[in-house]
C-alpha cells in the first residue's frame, strides 16, 4: 500500500477552555477529543505520515491518545502548549520532534513551523497556532498575533497554509490539498 502523507494541527486534546477560546462547536473537552480522534482515524491508515504543528493536548493525556492514533510516522512541530522534554520522555519511537522543519514534497518545498510569525522569508510556510483566525494567506497579506497587552502585525514574507482543525473540520489535510492551496490561483 502506498502511504499518504496529512498535515493537521492545535488539536488541543483535553483542553476545555479551547472550546470557548475557539468557539469550537463541542460541549465537552470529551466529545471534541472523540471527534478529532475519530476523523483522525478516519482519515490516516496506520502506512500514512503525518506532519503534525503543534499544540497536541494538555492536561497529561498525550502518551493515551498518542498510542491510540494510526500512522506510521509523525513528524511533531513543537507548539506553545506542547512541554517537549516532557512531550520527548512519553513519545513512541515513531514520533520525531522539531523546533521547525524544511520539507520537500511532490517537487514543493515547505517550511514548517507552529506559530506564522515565524513564517519562512523565502519559503512557502505551513502552520497551525492561529486556529480560526484564518486558513491561507497570499504573500504580503497582513495578519496579526494577539497578546494580553498588544497586538503584532506582520506581513505574510511568502504564501502561509494554516492546518489548524479549526479551519480543516478537525481533519486531517492531505498533501495534495496542502499543495493545491499554494499553486491554485
Wanted: charged share 20%; aromatic share 14%; glycine share 4%.
Amino acid at each position: 500500500m502506498n502511504c499518504v502523507i496529512y498535515f493537521i494541527g492545535d488539536s488541543h486534546f483535553g483542553h476545555t477552555n479551547i472550546i470557548k477560546y475557539c468557539n469550537r462547536p463541542f460541549s465537552s473537552a470529551e466529545e471534541m477529543n472523540e471527534r478529532i480522534i475519530a476523523n483522525w482515524k478516519f482519515t490516516i491508515k496506520p502506512e500514512d505520515i503525518v506532519y503534525f504543528l503543534g499544540d497536541f493536548c494538555l492536561n497529561g493525556i498525550y502518551a493515551p491518545i498518542l498510542r491510540d492514533l494510526p500512522f506510521e510516522h509523525m513528524f511533531f512541530i513543537e507548539g506553545n502548549h506542547d512541554p517537549l522534554p516532557k512531550l520527548k520522555a512519553l513519545a513512541d519511537p515513531r514520533v520525531e520532534f522539531h523546533k521547525n522543519l524544511e520539507v520537500s514534497l511532490d517537487g514543493h518545498t515547505f517550511f514548517l513551523t507552529h506559530n506564522p510569525m515565524d513564517a519562512s522569508p523565502t519559503l512557502p510556510t505551513i502552520c497551525g497556532h492561529v486556529h480560526e483566525q484564518w486558513t491561507f494567506l497570499k504573500k504580503g497579506q497582513y495578519f496579526a498575533e494577539y497578546h494580553k497587552t498588544m497586538t503584532i502585525k506582520k506581513k505574510a514574507p511568502q504564501p502561509i497554509l494554516n492546518v489548524s482543525v479549526d479551519v480543516h473540520n478537525f481533519t486531517p489535510v492531505p498533501v495534495i490539498r496542502v499543495i493545491a492551496y499554494f499553486v491554485l490561483p
